[in-house]
């Protein structure tokens, strides 16, 4: 059974950083598609990160420069660093890891990723 377990969420003030963690069990994340998504109240969830096993990672217009996604291989954990967060930033973040093995096909997708994690909360204060 998979399970992902997101953490590292908070609350910081305009400017600061956060470094979310996916942890896995059951799933591999070097093997294929991942992905960050976020949602805010009253917002449908969006897609902010994503990456592969071809080196290319993908971010929305809104954080790219300021997020960094990253894979611990030996660990198989899954990390997004969050930097100059501002007050849009906030709301609950999800990994999300595809069945499908190899590279992101549709990685901003929600269907495309078959797992996904509970969330971690982040807010950001002006």
């Known amino acids: 059974q998979v399970q992902l377990v997101e953490s590292g969420g908070g609350s910081v003030q305009a400017g600061g950083s956060l470094r979310l963690s996916c942890t896995a069990s059951g799933y591999t994340f070097r093997s294929a598609c991942r992905g960050w998504f976020r949602q805010a109240p009253g917002e449908e969830r969006e897609w902010v990160a994503a990456?592969?096993?071809?080196?290319?990672?993908t971010y929305a217009d809104s954080i790219k420069g300021r997020f960094i996604d990253s894979l611990d291989n030996d660990e198989n954990i899954l990390y997004l660093q969050m930097n100059s967060l501002k007050p849009e930033d906030s709301g609950m973040y999800y990994c999300?890891?595809?069945?499908?093995?190899?590279?992101?096909?549709?990685?901003?997708?929600?269907?495309?990723?078959?797992?996904w994690g509970q969330g971690t909360q982040v807010t950001v204060s002006s």
């Open positions: 999300a890891g595809a069945s499908q093995l190899g590279d992101c096909v549709l990685p901003r997708v929600q269907a495309y990723y078959d797992y």
């Open positions: 990456s592969d096993n071809s080196g290319r990672a």
